[in-house]
């Protein structure tokens, strides 16, 4: 029968302390057949996990300890102990408990209780009491974290850092798998990854005392910092459903538009680059020409009609009628196209030789969801080839008219597509040259001379589109040889990871490594 609690302990070099933990655990209605306690050993060479199994038989607590075998930080710990918990509520707390046990129950009860999928025990709580200070200069430390922390827009609290959190089990299956930094700026991550999946997030108070010993140096805590902006850059800013800065919700993308699209992305050198840059990456990637080429939103069509003339099959979707209408008319209805959302394609698994979508993964409310359905489409050998918009400081209302939810960098959409389950072959900025005169136009005073509706595809004249495609052909063959280290657009190529589905990283480890 499964646990109805788990609570998870990080453990690192705990030989010293690791006993009043047990014996604070054992003597609380945390020592429970209900609740399953996980220890988590990261590495430890002081024998922290025969201490720990010792202790815990002699005072008759059951606890099942995982061994990471060499150390690879508190965030690498916390991880595998919520992906080995069985709990339909889980929790982790610090090895030094410097939250007291009724606090852990008192999570526990919150999460049960809802509506919180996520509840987080914070020292600025005012109904928290801090039983014994800080040092100073911690204090201080923790404050500048803190305020670089929403700075960067990653959060909006006073305080990430407590060390009690939990999560009802589909949370803990939605933050965890993904979390990629090991150190003691995983909250951090964990948290953005739950605001932008649009949990709910509660915050409780705590009784909360600091204990000497703590494993934060000067060094930990500098990586904390650069890891901080790495997050941010990987992830973007923490609001709900990667919604980007603008007055409301994201639309779909204005009908208007399509009949733009359809007038000119054949002739238009903005579409024309871009389809000849997809193609050029498909085949050096080897994509097979005699199998299956599918475009997911294909939108009026060009992209699909120049894979008609090199794939012995093409078949495009989107979820636009007026859009399929325009396409058909353009490649004929042995290519579609068909409607489909791009998160629940018409196709068997491993079908595709290669599959583009082009200015699409940036509408979809969950892009690692939409990734990892593409990537099953795609045969184990096949190419996925896709584009997106690059640079959240580059929001205009453009994006706004367009239906788009977020734009993205090269960091951020290799993590989608590696938490989707597809490894990367090259991501690469395209569009180089636009993307100063995008961020004059669009972040300086020159901004006030230009309308609101600033579209990279905007009409030029016959010479100037021939000039701006003579331009865009020099870059592809800079591309050729090397990604590109900005650009107003972001390209990958991908193919499918080996095995099933989207995966992370090993989450627990009976041996080293």
Not at 87 to 116: H, N, Y
Not at 296 to 309: F, H, N, Q, R, S
């Amino acid at each position: 029968m499964a646990p109805a609690r788990t609570l998870v302990i990080p453990m690192y070099r705990e030989a010293s302390r690791i006993g009043s933990t047990i014996a604070a655990i054992a003597t609380s209605p945390l020592n429970d057949p209900g609740t399953e306690v996980l220890l988590v050993d990261d590495g430890s060479d002081d024998g922290t996990p025969a201490i720990a199994k010792g202790l815990a038989a002699e005072l008759g607590l059951t606890v099942t300890i995982v061994e990471l075998g060499v150390n690879q930080g508190k965030g690498a710990a916390v991880r595998a102990g919520m992906q080995a918990a069985a709990g339909a509520v889980r929790a982790f707390a610090d090895a030094d408990l410097a939250t007291d046990t009724a606090d852990i129950e008192a999570c526990f009860r919150r999460v049960e209780a809802g509506p919180d999928e996520v509840v987080v025990a914070t020292r600025s709580h005012p109904d928290s009491t801090i039983t014994v200070a800080a040092p100073r200069h911690r204090v201080l430390i923790g404050r500048t974290y803190n305020g670089l922390l929403r700075r960067l827009g990653l959060t909006d609290s006073l305080d990430t850092q407590c060390g009690l959190k939990g999560f009802t089990a589909a949370a803990a299956g939605t933050v965890f798998p993904p979390l990629r930094t090991t150190g003691f700026a995983f909250d951090i991550e964990v948290l953005a990854r739950a605001r932008q999946a649009g949990l709910t997030i509660g915050e409780m108070p705590i009784a909360w005392g600091h204990v000497e010993g703590s494993r934060v140096g000067l060094r930990s805590g500098l990586r904390s910092f650069v890891d901080a902006v790495r997050i941010r850059r990987d992830l973007g800013p923490a609001r709900p459903g990667h919604r980007p800065p603008g007055d409301g919700p994201a639309t779909a993308m204005a009908a208007g538009k399509y009949e733009v699209m359809a007038a000119t992305e054949r002739r238009h050198w903005w579409f024309r680059a871009k389809r000849r840059l997809v193609l050029q990456e498909a085949e050096r990637a080897g994509a097979d020409r005699g199998g299956l080429a599918v475009d997911v939103g294909c939108g009026t069509g060009a992209v699909l009609e120049a894979l008609a003339g090199r794939y012995a099959r093409t078949v495009g979707t989107d979820l636009s009628l007026l859009a399929a209408d325009r396409a058909s008319r353009l490649v004929g209805p042995a290519s579609g196209p068909v409607l489909a959302r791009a998160e629940a394609l018409p196709f068997r698994d491993a079908s595709a030789a290669l599959l583009t979508s082009l200015d699409v993964l940036e509408h979809l409310d969950d892009d690692v969801a939409a990734l990892a359905e593409l990537r099953r489409v795609v045969r184990d050998d096949g190419v996925l080839v896709l584009a997106v918009p690059a640079y959240e400081w580059a929001w205009s209302d453009h994006d706004v008219v367009l239906g788009h939810r977020r734009r993205y960098t090269v960091p951020r959409l290799r993590r989608v597509a590696e938490d989707a389950g597809l490894d990367c072959v090259r991501v690469t900025y395209f569009h180089s040259w636009l993307a100063p005169l995008a961020f004059l136009i669009r972040r300086t005073p020159l901004r006030h001379l230009v309308g609101d509706d600033q579209e990279e595809a905007s009409d030029v004249g016959p010479a100037a589109n021939r000039v701006l495609e003579a331009l865009t052909a020099v870059e592809r063959r800079i591309i050729r040889r090397a990604p590109m280290p900005f650009g107003l657009s972001v390209l990958l190529v991908a193919r499918p990871r080996p095995g099933p589905g989207a995966t992370a990283a090993p989450a627990t480890s009976a041996g080293p490594g």
